[in-house]
């Protein structure tokens, strides 16, 4: 009897091995941690960006966070928590628009209810940060008062962070997107990047293409993020 | 007399329920001169039953692959390498491979590299050898994109001075090496070759339509850009306007001018 337990027992343990030993392999579902999209719904196609990047993030193993318009201090505490972090909000140069008329700025010593500078909070807060995409307008263009945002969240600790030098289109936006996590599932993040021109191209022409290309990658690209 | 009056009121009532009828009709086959925000076709991806391995022949080469995916009309086949390939009626229009490791190409890089105008040339012969009528497409210009470090070569068959989808993108890395291509949409537009964009009227329509949209908001508008696509099989003129308004917030707002 106690013989049979015992194997019972071993034959457990070994079928426990071999599952996390496939898990371990395959890189779907690798993933924890937050994935965190914000969005403004009053954009018309707005609520496209989360949606239709949600099943390729949910399939590396993040949890997966939306949220419609945040304030400007919400934003940056779910940054300091988020793996994956995108961005769908309006945007200027140096600047993130957030909810309640709130801003979220580069430079500077802006901490109150309506703006806060990236620069004052402490170094390493994104350090878990894998990616930022920050698609607003012009957030990829350093500005003289505001600076350079995409710079400042990797200087705080992401392992890279891309704006957008154009006014871009959410159509677009929410496309290119959706075709990066498609292939970021599997590939690094240089070649997601690639992936996404080369279908956008195809999708919606060559001005789209040229739109979403042009932009301001702080960081590494070559890593994983699954 | 009697039969006077009946031809009569049948003509009369001939001509008054056909007015209607043709105006319904004439509004179902054209759409001319309307403009509407534009409606972007999504990606249709699906993976399609029945669907088998190919060996297809890339460049003279010989190259096993598998069933992958379909995108609109465009079949997707992938090799052992991630390398993807795209075929459209038994035709290859398209394939992107995977990129070399870094330190590969760094290695490789030190031995030699190209420039600008020699990933043109090679754009350009692989174009003549590939795509039907090459000529008739307009080098729109090269680049070299930092990110993945390849030069970018774009070509269209415009129409009227205007892009269109019929577009050639190559991509050829420092080595020479290409290493992208995409000609999905050969000929979609030939058969409208010749006809006459009315940037004036175009322009006038749009500025109707911005103005009724933002109303007191609107601060200023640019055209960003214009191309022909179809749509729901009509062309359609797509305009993209760069809006300014006094809140001081942008958007890239898309229009449809149907030509059709």
Redesign the interface.
């Known amino acids: 009897m106690k013989i049979k337990k015992r194997k019972v027992k071993l034959l457990i343990v070994l079928f426990g091995i071999c599952v996390l030993g496939i898990l371990a392999s395959n890189p779907i579902l690798a993933a924890t941690g937050n994935a965190t999209v914000v969005y403004d719904s009053t ?2 196609g707005g609520t496209d960006i989360p949606s239709k990047c949600q099943s390729h993030i949910k399939s590396m193993g993040y949890t997966f966070n939306q949220y419609d318009l945040p304030k400007h201090t919400s934003v940056v505490s779910y940054m300091k928590n988020a793996k994956v972090f995108v961005s769908g909000l ?1 945007g ?1 140069p140096g600047t993130i ?1 957030c909810g309640s008329n709130s801003i979220i700025v580069a430079k500077g010593s802006l901490n109150s209810a309506h703006a806060l500078s990236l620069n004052t909070i402490a170094n390493g807060s994104f350090s878990n940060m894998k990616i930022a995409l920050i698609y607003g ?2 957030t990829g263009v350093p500005d003289a008062t505001y600076g350079d945002i995409i710079s400042m969240i990797q200087s705080k600790g992401a392992t890279c962070a891309i704006g957008w030098r ?4 959410t ?2 936006v929410s ?1 290119w997107n ?2 990066f996590f498609e292939k970021a599932k599997k ?1 690094t993040v ?2 997601s ?3 996404a ?3 956008l ?7 789209a ?1 040229n ?1 979403m ?1 042009n ?1 301001n ?1 702080k960081g590494t ?2 890593h994983t993020i699954y | 007399m009697k039969v006077k009056k009946v031809v009569y009121i049948t003509i009369i009532a001939i001509i008054i329920t056909s007015i209607p009828i043709s105006i319904s009709l004439a509004r179902n086959v054209s759409d001319e001169g309307k403009v509407l925000e534009t409606n972007y076709t999504m990606a249709n991806l699906e993976v399609k039953e029945n669907m088998s391995g190919k060996e297809l022949n890339i460049n003279g080469k010989k190259v096993n692959t598998l069933y992958s995916y379909s995108m609109n009309e465009v079949d997707i086949y992938i090799d052992k390498n991630e390398n993807e390939y795209l075929q459209k009626s038994g035709v290859t229009v398209g394939f992107i491979k995977a990129m070399e490791v870094e330190k590969q190409i760094e290695d490789k890089l030190r031995e030699v590299e190209i420039d600008e105008k020699a990933a043109l040339e090679i754009a350009i012969e692989y174009g003549k050898n590939n795509v039907d009528e090459f000529e008739k497409y307009t080098t729109l210009g090269v680049k070299f994109c930092n990110t993945y470090n390849e030069y970018q070569v774009y070509f269209n068959k415009m129409i009227d001075n205007c892009l269109t989808m019929d577009q050639i993108y190559i991509t050829i890395n420092k080595l020479g090496n290409i290493t992208s291509f995409l000609a999905d949409k050969q000929g979609m537009f030939d058969k409208y070759q010749g006809i006459n964009i009315e940037e004036n009227l175009v322009n006038e329509r749009i500025e109707e339509f911005v103005n009724n949209k933002y109303g007191q908001e609107l601060k200023k508008y640019k055209m960003n850009s214009k191309t022909l696509k179809m749509k729901n099989e009509k062309l359609v003129l797509e305009c993209m306007v760069e809006i300014e308004t006094h809140k001081d917030t942008n958007y890239l707002e898309g229009f449809d001018y149907y030509m059709e």
């Open positions: 954009i018309k309006h200027a628009n307008c012009k154009e006014t871009t289109n159509s677009r496309e959706r075709l590939d240089v070649e990047i690639r992936h021109d080369y279908w191209l195809s999708l919606q022409g060559t001005e293409h739109n290309g932009r990658e690209i070559t």
